[in-house]
């Protein structure tokens, strides 16, 4: 499209009245060139489009709590407290394992009595006179007897439990609950012995047989 010109005239200066304008005054026409304005684009801007895709899926991962080694320094207690003294007294001392020796020797002898027939049933009368703290005394010397194999079978019970990744607490509270009926029926089972004073379990159960009992404790721990 061509550009239309457009024609103005300036204006004439004008002259004191009675004179005649020269020609010299007049201007020719001028033309001016206007270019054609195209119309300004606007532009909106718009929104950048979204990022349609699926659905974040948000997944929570629940990080298990690692499991304590304690309760497997409780099963290295309670199997190294047999290799120590369960019962000290006079300077002599006796291991777990060889407690359990003696008790296997003293089970085959009762068995070999037994089936001979040879047993006095009469003293089931003197049995029952005996004072209450003879009879806990006895009660308490039989637990530290037992006590080896307790502890041992608690000690491979609680490995089994430990291998499979379960806590072996029920096994520790049976296991502790046997330590704590000891101590109980060893106080009741105190004997006075004149001027040799009051005897008890305490005074023969070796320490070995504390540091396998109070080990379950760690058995607990999870």
Request: hydrophobic share 45%; proline share 8%; charged share 10%.
């Amino acid at each position: 499209m061509q550009p239309q010109p457009i024609e103005y005239t300036q204006p004439v200066q004008y002259t004191q009245p009675g004179a005649i304008p020269q020609p010299s005054q007049y201007q020719q026409p001028a033309t001016q060139y206007m270019q054609p304005t195209q119309p300004m684009q606007q532009f909106s801007q718009q929104p950048a489009p979204q990022m349609m895709g699926a659905p974040q899926q948000v997944v929570y991962v629940t990080q298990g709590k690692p499991k304590s080694k304690v309760p497997w320094v409780a099963v290295a207690l309670i199997i190294m407290s047999l290799f120590l003294p369960y019962i000290s007294f006079l300077g002599e001392s006796v291991s777990g394992f060889e407690m359990m020796g003696v008790v296997g020797e003293i089970a085959d002898l009762g068995s070999d009595e037994s089936g001979d027939g040879s047993g006095d049933s009469g003293d089931s009368g003197d049995s029952a006179d005996l004072p209450i703290e003879f009879v806990f005394f006895g009660i308490a010397a039989l637990m530290v007897g037992l006590s080896p194999f307790v502890f041992l079978i608690s000690a491979i019970i609680s490995s089994i439990v430990l291998g499979s990744g379960k806590s072996p607490k029920v096994m520790g509270i049976l296991h502790l609950g046997y330590a704590i009926i000891f101590l109980i029926v060893a106080a009741i089972g105190t004997i006075d012995a004149g001027f040799l004073g009051s005897w008890s379990m305490y005074d023969l159960t070796g320490f070995g047989f504390y540091v396998g009992a109070f080990a379950s404790g760690l058995l607990l721990v999870e």
